[in-house]
C-alpha cells in the first residue's frame, strides 16, 4: 500500500542559498523532508571573467529564477487517500491552520538557511517571512511525488494574508518614515536595535542559547542608551522591570554557555525580550 504524505510548499522569487536537493530534518521523534528545487535559473556564464557592455535605456528586466522548497510531513503519514484527504480539508479550514502550517514551513527554511550560513561562515544569512512567498500550497501525495514537486491533490493559498494581519501593528508606527529619516542622517539606530531583533529571530527559531546570549548585550545596551526616556507612563514600570532583571539576564546567559535553557530561563529570556521590545516600540511611536 502507498503511504501519501502532507506537505506544504512554497515558491519564492531568487535563489536561495541552499544547494538544491533533500534535507532530512530531525525534532526529536518527528522527521521532515525538505525538498529545494530552483526552477527558471540562467545558464552558468561561460567565461570566468565578467566583460562590461553598454546598458541599453529601459532595458527589459532579467527573468529571476523561482526557489521552490517543499516541506514532506514525514512524521505523519496517511494510510489511504480518505484520511489524507480529511487532513488536507480541515488544514485549509481556517486561516489559523493555514498560518500555522505556513510558519512550520517558513521556520524550517529559515533552520536550513541559517545552518548554511553557518557552515559557510558566511555572516549574511537570509531570512525568510510569509510576505516573501509568491505561491503557496498545502497538500498530500506519494514519497515519490512529493519528493519531486509533485502531489496528489493541493489547495493554493495565500501566505501573504497572515502576514500582514501579522505587520499590520508594525505599519501603524510608520517605518517607511524612520527608514527614510535613517538613510538621510537624521537618526540613527541604536545598538540595542538589532541585538534585540536578532535576539526575537533567535527565539522564534528555536536557538534559545544564543537568544539569551544576544539579550544580555542587548539588555545592557538598552539601559545604557535610554538617558533620555519618553514620557509615557508604562516606561518607568517596563525600564525598572529590566533594570531588575539585569542579574538573572547575565546568569542566565551564563547557563547557556553550558547547557540548553531550563524552562524557567526560557520563560524570563522570553519575557524579558518582549518587554524590551514594548520599550522600543513605544520610543519608535513617541518619535512619530
Not at 233 to 239: L, T, Y
Request: charged share 30%.
Amino acid at each position: 500500500m502507498t503511504r501519501l504524505f502532507g506537505f506544504i510548499q512554497l515558491e519564492l522569487a531568487g535563489a536561495l542559498a541552499v544547494a538544491d536537493g533533500r534535507y532530512v530534518i530531525r525534532d526529536g521523534s518527528q522527521e521532515r523532508v525538505l525538498v529545494l528545487e530552483t526552477l527558471g535559473a540562467p545558464s552558468p556564464p561561460r567565461r570566468r571573467r565578467r566583460r562590461a557592455r553598454e546598458a541599453e535605456p529601459r532595458g527589459s528586466s532579467p527573468v529571476l529564477p523561482l526557489s521552490r522548497a517543499t516541506v514532506v510531513r514525514a512524521f505523519a503519514p496517511f494510510d489511504d487517500e480518505q484520511s489524507a484527504g480529511a487532513w488536507l480539508e480541515a488544514a485549509v479550514a481556517s486561516e489559523d491552520s493555514v498560518d500555522e502550517l505556513l510558519a512550520e514551513a517558513i521556520d524550517l527554511l529559515n533552520r536550513a538557511l541559517h545552518a548554511q550560513a553557518v557552515a559557510s561562515g558566511d555572516p549574511r544569512a537570509q531570512a525568510l517571512a510569509p510576505h516573501h512567498t509568491v505561491n503557496a500550497r498545502l497538500g498530500y501525495g506519494s514519497g515519490e511525488e512529493v519528493a519531486s514537486g509533485g502531489f496528489s491533490d493541493a489547495r493554493e493559498v495565500d501566505a501573504r494574508a497572515g502576514a500582514s494581519r501579522k505587520r499590520q501593528r508594525d505599519e501603524e508606527l510608520r517605518p517607511q518614515e524612520r527608514l527614510a529619516a535613517v538613510l538621510g542622517g537624521r537618526e540613527r539606530i541604536d545598538p540595542c536595535e538589532p541585538l534585540i531583533l536578532r535576539a526575537r529571530a533567535d527565539l522564534d527559531a528555536g536557538r534559545n542559547r544564543e537568544a539569551a546570549l544576544q539579550l544580555r548585550v542587548g539588555l545592557e545596551a538598552l539601559l545604557a542608551e535610554f538617558t533620555d526616556p519618553p514620557t509615557d507612563p508604562g516606561h518607568d514600570e517596563d525600564m525598572a522591570a529590566i533594570e531588575a532583571a539585569r542579574q538573572e539576564a547575565g546568569e542566565i546567559a551564563n547557563a547557556a554557555l553550558q547547557s540548553e535553557l531550563s524552562g524557567e530561563q526560557l520563560a524570563c529570556t522570553r519575557e524579558l525580550v518582549a518587554t524590551c521590545e514594548r520599550v522600543l516600540r513605544r520610543r519608535r511611536v513617541l518619535r512619530g
